[in-house]
Every structure is written in C-alpha cells, then in structure tokens.
C-alpha cells in the first residue's frame, strides 16, 4: 500500500502563516490557484534539463498507462525564481514543489531553501540525509507545497526516487478533497443520496446532472449524459460475502459479468474489460478498509456466429472493490468515461472523487452520535 508519512520531519521551520481572528480559527487569505492536476516545480533550469528534472519527470509526471492516449499523472510547470514576482506567482499555486541542493551556493532556489531550514538541519542533510517536507496552506488556503533538498544533486534524484511515490499520493489526496469541494458545494442532488441511503443502506455523493439510470436489488447505475460524452458510476454489492474471495481475478470476472448483463450499447454489445491493454491492480486503504483499487480501458463488444469481437467505444474505467465488515456486504464502485477527444485524466478523477464519498448508514448513525456528544 501506499504510505504517505515517510517523509522527513522538519517541524517547526516552516511559519503557519494564518490570520487568526476572535476565539476560531479563520483563515482569511484568498485561496491557492491554478489547475488541477498541474504541479509548479520550482527548480533552477541546469536542475530541470538534468537527472533531477527527469528524475520529477518519471517520478511526478510519468504517463499513465490506464489511459488511452498518453496522460500524465500530473502536468508539471517548471519555473526557476529570477525575480519576486515569479516567486509571488509559484506560491499562489495550489500544487508546489521546491527543489534545490544545498551546495549549491549561487541560485535563488538554494537560497531559499537554505532560509527555512535551520543550521542543525542543514548540517544533518550535509552529514548525508534528505529532507521532503510536505506543508500545506502555506501562503494560501487549500494549498500543498513541498520542499526537496539533499547536499548534492546527486541526492536529490535518491530522495525524489524514493518518495516520489508519497509525494503523487498525497498530491492525489488533497486534489480529490479540493475537487469534492468543487463539485459538490452547488448543484449537489441530496435526493439521489437520500433514495441510496434508504434503499440500500449507503450512498454516494449525487451531482448536480447525474441521473439513476437503473436500480436492481445490488446494482445501481448512476450516468452523467452529455452532447459527446458520458460518465458512468455504478455500485454492486453483494450480501453476506465471503471477503476471502476478494481479488483481482474476481474484480475482473464480476465486473465484466455486471457489464454484459446490465451495461449494453444503443447499436448493440456490450462493456468488457479490454484485456489487450495493461491493467493495473492495487491493494490500497479505502476509506479505512483493505481494498483493492483497478484501472484499465474499457471496450464495447459484440458476438457473431459465437465469437467476441471488439467495436465501437472505449474508455477508461477504475474500480474499487472492499469488504465491508459491519454488514457483511462485499462493495464494488466502478467509474467509466466515454470522452472521445478529450483528454480523460480529470474525467476520471471526477469519478474517483464520487468513490470517496461513499459511506454507509451505519457510520452515518456513528457520526451523528458522535457529533451529539
């Protein structure tokens, strides 16, 4: 699984920066811009145009290969700090990297890395540590920055190669949390959440144009249809499961039996799991239960004279499949996109995004309860 607190602990070097007013806490700074899914890499360029950019390169903007065409897992926007104004525009951002070695006595970047950090805990990454320090809400509100040093460049790619993983998970984290909060403050369909929680004890965040297209006693299909694209959530669940048959073999069988059943196209055929392309599978914490977590591409497909063959759409798909111990149930949530044209990574981060929201009666009842206290 990933682990998201390796990271060196340089508390305390870096200032809180709030504005507190009265006896709350009330952040008053405007809010961290910029795009989602991009990452503003502070570095100078003899860095970026050698191994430690492309060790960033492979490690924080390495393609994903789930998508059908070449996608980043994040856009990274190199900008070395010639002026205060190019910093006053890095630390607007929402996602930040500093990246700087601290023999490096002539660039700004060193520089301000050096003035963060203590002369104790210089020497120590002089004496051959590393430090990746993850802050948030530094300059602004809803904001992730990262610090990266090591005494040589040298040490730099090490450090960016071995935690370069926590770093992508946690910038996946706060984006899935920044992005609930944009989909789901306007437009938010409590109806849909109400109907699931009623009928079937659980319930996932409705936005604001999804509609249940088809509800069976444990599965329901929630789609987003657009002019030239859909997006599609669907929620299976199993009672009184068996959690030892929780696998991907079995992520991979059920899903594509839920699709030939229930997921069909206009002009005939089927959803299937495209096995021609890589899939990747993944042991994961959901929400506090062991899981597994499945990407790869979809296809329609259709049969003639017995035999399968594969046309028409596709699209990328991630599934999340977990036993839920308090009631038994064995949960699949999978996402689907069909967005010829369009570039699919923040379509399916959307979907991901619904994912997270789920939560069931029992731990709705547990959290009223524990509020009432």
Same mark, same amino acid.
């Given at each position: 699984?990933?682990?998201a607190?390796?990271?060196?602990p340089?508390?305390?070097?870096?200032p809180a920066? /709030?504005?507190l007013? *009265?006896? *709350?806490?009330?952040?008053?700074?405007?809010e961290?811009v910029?795009?989602e899914?991009? %990452?503003?890499?502070?570095?100078?360029s003899t /860095?970026?145009d050698?191994?430690?950019?492309?060790?960033?390169?492979?490690?924080l903007?390495?393609?994903?290969f789930?998508?059908?065409?070449?996608?980043?897992?994040f !856009?990274?926007?190199?900008?070395?700090l010639?002026?205060q104004?190019?910093?006053?525009?890095?630390?607007?951002? #929402?996602?930040?990297?500093?990246?700087a070695s601290l023999?490096?006595?002539?660039?700004n970047?060193a520089?301000?890395?050096? !003035?963060?950090l203590?002369?104790?805990a210089q020497q120590?990454?002089?004496?051959?540590?590393?430090?990746?320090?993850?802050?948030?809400n530094?300059?602004?509100?809803?904001?992730q920055?990262?610090?990266?040093?090591?005494?040589?460049?040298?040490?730099?790619? !090490?450090?960016?190669?071995?935690?370069?993983?926590g770093?992508?998970?946690?910038?996946?984290?706060?984006?899935?949390?920044? /992005?609930?909060r944009e989909?789901f403050d %306007?437009?938010?369909?409590?109806?849909i959440?109400?109907?699931?929680?009623n009928?079937?004890?659980?319930?996932?965040?409705?936005?604001?144009?999804?509609?249940?297209a088809?509800?069976?006693?444990?599965?329901?299909w +929630?789609?987003?249809n657009?002019?030239?694209t859909?997006?599609?959530?669907?929620?299976?669940?199993?009672?009184d499961?068996d959690?030892?048959?929780l696998s991907?073999?079995?992520?991979?069988?059920?899903?594509?039996?839920?699709?030939?059943?229930y997921v069909q196209?206009?002009?005939?055929?089927?959803v299937?799991?495209?096995q021609?392309?890589?899939?990747?599978?993944?042991e994961? $914490?959901? #929400?506090?239960r062991?899981?597994?977590?499945?990407?790869g591409l979809?296809?329609?497909?259709?049969?003639e $004279?017995?035999?399968?063959?594969p046309?028409?759409?596709g699209?990328?798909? +991630?599934?999340?499949a977990?036993?839920?111990?308090?009631t038994?149930r +064995?949960?699949?949530?999978d996402?689907?996109v069909? &967005?010829p $044209?369009?570039?699919k990574r923040?379509?399916l981060?959307?979907l991901e995004?619904? &994912?997270?929201?789920?939560?069931?009666?029992?731990?709705?009842?547990?959290?009223e309860?524990v509020?009432?206290?």
């Amino acid at each position: 699984m990933h682990d998201a607190t390796r990271f060196w602990p340089l508390f305390g070097l870096i200032p809180a920066l /709030l504005i507190l007013f *009265g006896c *709350g806490d009330i952040d008053l700074r405007p809010e961290a811009v910029g795009e989602e899914g991009q %990452i503003t890499v502070v570095i100078d360029s003899t /860095l970026w145009d050698g191994a430690v950019g492309e060790a960033l390169r492979d490690q924080l903007g390495a393609p994903i290969f789930t998508l059908p065409t070449r996608e980043p897992a994040f !856009s990274l926007q190199p900008l070395s700090l010639i002026s205060q104004q190019v910093l006053d525009m890095a630390q607007s951002r #929402k996602n930040i990297v500093f990246v700087a070695s601290l023999d490096d006595t002539t660039t700004n970047e060193a520089r301000f890395i050096r !003035s963060i950090l203590s002369e104790d805990a210089q020497q120590a990454i002089f004496d051959g540590g590393t430090a990746v320090v993850p802050r948030d809400n530094v300059w602004r509100q809803r904001q992730q920055v990262f610090y990266v040093t090591a005494a040589t460049p040298e040490g730099l790619v !090490s450090a960016i190669e071995e935690d370069g993983p926590g770093i992508v998970y946690k910038f996946n984290e706060v984006t899935r949390t920044r /992005l609930q909060r944009e989909m789901f403050d %306007i437009g938010r369909q409590p109806e849909i959440e109400e109907y699931l929680m009623n009928h079937h004890g659980f319930a996932v965040h409705g936005q604001h144009d999804y509609i249940v297209a088809m509800d069976t006693s444990n599965f329901i299909w +929630l789609r987003r249809n657009l002019s030239d694209t859909w997006r599609s959530f669907f929620i299976y669940y199993e009672e009184d499961a068996d959690p030892s048959k929780l696998s991907p073999e079995w992520i991979y069988q059920a899903r594509d039996a839920l699709t030939k059943r229930y997921v069909q196209g206009t002009l005939g055929g089927w959803v299937e799991i495209d096995q021609r392309r890589p899939l990747e599978a993944e042991e994961i $914490n959901f #929400k506090d239960r062991y899981a597994y977590e499945v990407r790869g591409l979809w296809h329609m497909v259709g049969e003639e $004279n017995g035999e399968k063959f594969p046309f028409g759409a596709g699209g990328p798909f +991630l599934t999340y499949a977990f036993y839920d111990e308090p009631t038994g149930r +064995l949960y699949m949530l999978d996402g689907m996109v069909f &967005a010829p $044209n369009y570039p699919k990574r923040e379509f399916l981060r959307q979907l991901e995004v619904i &994912a997270y929201t789920f939560r069931t009666q029992q731990e709705v009842v547990e959290a009223e309860q524990v509020a009432a206290r």
